[in-house]
């Protein structure tokens, strides 16, 4: 699949067109060029108009992921197996694990309308007998959308299927939505589907507020699966304030102290850039605050695998002398107050994963995608960089001060050794160049910066 520049989705669309005929129900052509030239200008356009191309576009994605109709043919060929009961042959993923019968008519198994289970093999929940017994747990229904606490279930990457998203690290977002006016019926669908859950949260005040926590999905899958939750969102009209944030989970589970080190430094130097890729609210906010400098404190000195370990937590919970039954106690807590950073590295402790809390909340497919692609590959690149690499960047941009400040931490000072930092065009230099997978996330990158800082940062 090419290359989708984000700032040109009405021009994808109309080339879709082009290639596959009219489009559906009430959309024209003239209103897809119109919009093409309305985005050249402002990419990031909130107009009745361009939202209703946005919502094209991502129904498009949705229906071409999900069918493997992909918009052209340069794609690897799908392994195929014929079907045990008619003998046509199919992809691998439309063939049922169970039985060997093609999913789209053969198949009679009964299975879980959540994680897709085969329902005789996990037994059925006594309260519903379209669901399995691993997926059974209560739920309610407010405002149509049902609120459940699921299962994790996890979507890896499927191999020859990676085409936007290179890398294979799952990644989980955390959807804030205030209210909507709309029908959820697709997005209950899409929630079933990919075994998402639906909770409360009580940092939004809204009517039908609500999160999505999304299943883990790496490569393509993780693209496929923001796609179709997004459209059931414009079906609904969801909407956000500057109350709702966006919240990515990346796996981390093959990270050691050694790698978690490499990435808080490399973090510590990027901060500021990474702060001017989000809005304003987002900058003075208590629920992600700046930790570059407080994380990196004294990581230089420690030189010992022993030593690397006991810095790191001691960053991460604030402590000034090491106190083990303290830091084990707090490593099983979930809410621990050290959870509120920018980088949230409690996570990796509690759950595996390392948690950005930055973005400002979102329902636009293109923003979520860009933001989640763009932190997987962060933390690739923090595995594989080596120590001497970052070091080289540490001495190269010494004495440029942090222009971030957390004034209730008493470790963060004017000192080049605790608030170093690259200059945002660099920085924003350095992600498009060293860590963007592609052109599409090189291009979100600029865009987004260009848009959030017409003046100075």
Same mark, same amino acid.
């Given at each position: 699949?090419?290359?989708?520049?984000?700032?040109?989705?009405?021009?994808?669309?109309?080339?879709?067109?082009?290639?596959?005929?009219?489009?559906?129900?009430?959309?024209?052509?003239? +209103?897809?060029?119109?919009?093409?030239?309305?985005?050249?200008?402002?990419?990031?356009?909130?107009?009745?108009?361009?939202?209703?191309?946005?919502?094209?576009?991502?129904?498009?994605?949705?229906?071409? &992921?999900?069918? /493997?109709?992909?918009?052209?043919?340069? +794609?690897?060929?799908?392994?195929?197996?014929?079907?045990?009961?008619?003998?046509?042959?199919?992809?691998?993923?439309?063939?049922?694990?169970?039985?060997?019968?093609?999913?789209?008519?053969?198949?009679?198994?009964?299975?879980?309308?959540?994680?897709?289970?085969? %329902?005789?093999?996990?037994?059925?929940?006594?309260?519903?007998?379209?669901?399995?017994?691993?997926?059974?747990?209560?739920?309610?229904?407010?405002?149509?959308?049902?609120?459940?606490?699921?299962?994790?279930?996890?979507?890896?990457?499927?191999?020859?299927?990676?085409?936007?998203?290179?890398? #294979?690290?799952?990644?989980?977002?955390?959807?804030?939505?205030?209210?909507?006016?709309?029908?959820? #019926?697709?997005?209950?669908?899409?929630?079933?589907?990919?075994?998402?859950?639906?909770? #409360?949260?009580?940092?939004?005040?809204?009517?039908?507020?609500?999160?999505?926590? #999304?299943?883990?999905?790496?490569?393509?899958?993780?693209?496929?699966?923001?796609?179709?939750?997004?459209?059931? !969102?414009?079906?609904?009209?969801?909407?956000?304030?500057?109350?709702? /944030?966006?919240?990515?989970?990346?796996?981390?589970? $093959?990270? $050691?102290?050694?790698?978690?080190?490499? %990435?808080?430094?490399?973090?510590?130097?990027?901060?500021?850039?990474?702060?001017?890729?989000?809005?304003?609210?987002?900058?003075?906010?208590?629920?992600?605050?700046?930790?570059?400098?407080?994380?990196?404190?004294?990581?230089?000195?420690?030189?010992?695998?022993?030593?690397?370990?006991?810095?790191?937590?001691?960053?991460?919970?604030?402590?000034?002398?090491?106190?083990?039954?303290?830091?084990? *106690?707090?490593?099983?807590?979930?809410?621990?107050?050290?959870?509120?950073?920018? @980088?949230?590295? +409690?996570?990796?402790?509690?759950? /595996?994963?390392?948690?950005?809390?930055?973005?400002? /909340?979102?329902?636009?497919?293109?923003?979520?995608?860009?933001?989640?692609?763009?932190?997987?590959?962060?933390? *690739? +690149?923090?595995?594989?960089?080596? $120590?001497?690499?970052?070091?080289? @960047?540490?001495?190269?941009? %010494?004495?440029?001060?942090?222009? !971030?400040?957390?004034?209730?931490?008493? &470790?963060?000072?004017? $000192?080049?050794?605790?608030?170093?930092?690259?200059?945002?065009? *660099?920085?924003?230099?350095?992600?498009?160049?060293?860590?963007?997978?592609?052109?599409?996330?090189?291009?979100?990158?600029?865009?987004?910066?260009?848009? @959030?800082?017409?003046?100075?940062?």
């Amino acid at each position: 699949m090419p290359e989708l520049e984000y700032s040109d989705l009405a021009r994808e669309i109309r080339d879709w067109v082009n290639e596959h005929g009219p489009l559906p129900q009430f959309y024209t052509l003239t +209103h897809v060029q119109e919009a093409a030239q309305r985005q050249e200008s402002d990419p990031f356009c909130a107009c009745n108009q361009c939202e209703r191309i946005r919502w094209l576009y991502n129904d498009i994605m949705r229906r071409t &992921y999900l069918t /493997g109709a992909w918009l052209d043919d340069r +794609h690897p060929q799908e392994e195929t197996r014929n079907c045990l009961a008619c003998g046509d042959p199919q992809p691998t993923y439309a063939l049922c694990d169970d039985c060997g019968y093609c999913t789209q008519g053969c198949c009679e198994c009964r299975r879980c309308q959540n994680c897709n289970r085969n %329902l005789e093999n996990q037994g059925r929940c006594e309260d519903d007998e379209d669901t399995c017994s691993r997926c059974c747990r209560s739920y309610h229904t407010r405002g149509g959308v049902e609120f459940r606490t699921r299962e994790v279930m996890f979507h890896p990457a499927q191999p020859g299927r990676q085409f936007l998203n290179p890398s #294979t690290r799952m990644v989980a977002v955390e959807i804030e939505v205030d209210h909507y006016n709309g029908n959820a #019926t697709q997005l209950n669908r899409s929630l079933r589907q990919w075994n998402c859950s639906v909770v #409360t949260d009580g940092s939004l005040d809204g009517e039908n507020s609500f999160e999505i926590n #999304t299943a883990p999905a790496g490569g393509d899958r993780f693209v496929q699966e923001i796609v179709d939750l997004c459209s059931g !969102l414009d079906i609904m009209r969801a909407r956000v304030n500057h109350h709702c /944030g966006l919240h990515i989970h990346i796996d981390a589970r $093959d990270y $050691d102290h050694y790698a978690m080190r490499k %990435l808080i430094r490399l973090y510590s130097l990027l901060e500021p850039t990474f702060f001017a890729l989000v809005p304003g609210s987002r900058r003075r906010n208590n629920y992600c605050m700046p930790c570059g400098a407080l994380l990196q404190r004294n990581l230089k000195k420690a030189k010992l695998s022993s030593e690397n370990t006991r810095q790191v937590e001691m960053n991460v919970y604030q402590l000034d002398g090491y106190d083990e039954a303290q830091i084990q *106690d707090r490593k099983r807590q979930k809410y621990d107050s050290s959870r509120y950073n920018a @980088l949230n590295v +409690h996570s990796w402790y509690y759950r /595996g994963t390392v948690e950005c809390r930055l973005h400002a /909340g979102s329902t636009r497919a293109e923003r979520i995608i860009g933001w989640g692609i763009l932190w997987a590959c962060f933390l *690739d +690149h923090c595995k594989a960089i080596r $120590d001497n690499d970052i070091l080289k @960047l540490e001495r190269k941009y %010494l004495g440029q001060l942090n222009p !971030l400040r957390r004034p209730v931490d008493r &470790y963060i000072v004017n $000192d080049p050794e605790t608030s170093t930092a690259m200059p945002i065009e *660099d920085g924003i230099k350095y992600l498009a160049t060293k860590v963007a997978p592609n052109r599409t996330v090189a291009s979100y990158i600029k865009a987004r910066y260009r848009s @959030l800082n017409r003046r100075n940062f």
